[in-house]
Nanobody
Framework: QVQLVESGGGLAQAGGSLRLSCAAS????????MGWFRQAPGKEREFVAG????????YYAGSMKGRFTISRDSAKNTVYLQMTSLKPEDTAVYYC?????????????????WGQGTQVTVSS
């Protein structure tokens, strides 16, 4: 059973940076696609970025491209989301997710495993 634990959330000022981490356990192979999603109050959960665990290929939601960077450290079984130039509208709970597939996934329903989420709050 895949377990995901996020960390690194907190309070940041507009224009600042934060790095989120997602520690993964229970991965049975490298055939996973890892994603970061976020959910703001009253809004649906939305895709932020994804990375292929095996090949390292990345994909970003349009509004996050250029500001956020997803990466993984296979030795540590950890996925990161580096967020820069933060805006108040980035305030949300950020979730790490895993999909047992090697192709790009961006929909909530594509992912079988989810972390508990970490709060990111950006003040203006």
């Amino acid at each position: 059973q895949v377990q995901l634990v996020e960390s690194g959330g907190g309070l940041a000022q507009a224009g600042g940076s934060l790095r989120l981490s997602c520690a993964a356990s229970g991965l049975t192979s490298r055939h996973y696609y890892m994603g970061w999603f976020r959910q703001a109050p009253g809004k649906e959960r939305e895709f932020v970025a994804g990375i292929s665990w095996s090949g390292g290929g990345t994909y970003y939601a349009g509004s996050m491209k250029g500001r956020f960077t997803i990466s993984r450290d296979s030795a540590k079984n950890t996925v990161y989301l580096q967020m820069t130039s933060l805006k108040p509208e980035d305030t949300a709970v950020y979730y790490c997710a895993a999909a047992y597939r090697i192709s790009t996934a961006t929909s909530v329903g594509d992912f079988e495993s989810w972390g508990q989420g970490t709060q990111v709050t950006v003040s203006s």
